[in-house]
DNA sequence: CTTGAGCTTCCACCTACTGGAAGGTTTAAG
DNA sequence: CTTAAACCTTCCAGTAGGTGGAAGCTCAAG
């Protein structure tokens, strides 16, 4: 399949695509026209990177990422330290949301849209850390 | 307060304090000898920076993230509905962390850092797409 | 067989930092 | 008091991760 129809399943800019592959983190068969050709574990791998990126994970991470669904990783118990160790990384990033969702709600909630003078939002702001 | 105090509160750097400072996005006061000076309410807003960009957020989006925390927003129905797109936005996210957790928990728990050949990581991967 | 969409590479530009130099300030130790 | 470490300042260059656009090739439709 060509680049225009990955970039449509796996919601990645073909631009993007392409640099990927520049640097070594995904890289496409060619047709014969010359033509990048992904199959469907492209397309799973680039979805992927779509949603790990997406997650504010960089470059580096998504490769590791990554190296945990090839073969030649498998192998190796640092494999295993490592998807531990992400795995914390995103309960962390989880627990973030779920703190970020708190304050905007809180906003929506309380502020609504007229001309109330007063807001709560520093305080759901200010969550974990001293009192102002 | 002084950045590197504020830098240790935010999880920010201090370079990328002064970085935000100068493209317009939190500006600091200034002590008498020159040196920027951070409130609690600083504090609260560099952590709140600190979080929304490590979740993927860009720097406009936490630009119009912290302009709802500003009184000249508020009188506005805009900022509620503002608000409330980055609320779906921030359920998505979640969704696609439970979802990347499920990958690596799988993964974790099926390729045991031993040498078995065989791995369902692909299958979890392939997740909302179309079967191979 | 031409027109347009889609592909290729290459190069420049953009966003969001990050490192380092050069120099002023504050704190703590001698 | 002074000197050294650890701050802080600005400025400038470099890096990471794309993104836009030009020039040219390819493919499917009319």
Chains 1, 2 share one sequence.
Do not use: W
């Amino acid at each position: 399949m060509n680049i225009g129809t990955a970039s449509d399943h796996s919601g990645l800019p073909p631009k993007t695509i392409r640099y990927y592959e520049e640097i070594g983190l995904i890289k496409a068969d060619r047709a014969p026209n010359g033509y990048r050709d992904y199959s469907e574990t492209h397309l799973h791998k680039l979805a992927f990177l779509h949603r790990a990126r997406g997650l504010g994970f960089s470059i580096e991470e998504c490769r590791q990422l990554l190296a945990l669904y090839e073969d030649k990783s498998r192998a190796s118990g640092d494999v295993k330290e490592l998807a531990e160790q992400k795995l914390v990384e995103i309960d962390r990033k989880m627990l973030e949301l779920r703190e970020l969702k708190k304050s905007l709600g809180h906003l929506v909630e309380h502020c609504h849209g007229d001309d109330r003078p007063d807001c709560p939002i520093l305080d759901s702001l200010a969550e974990g850390l001293a009192p102002q």
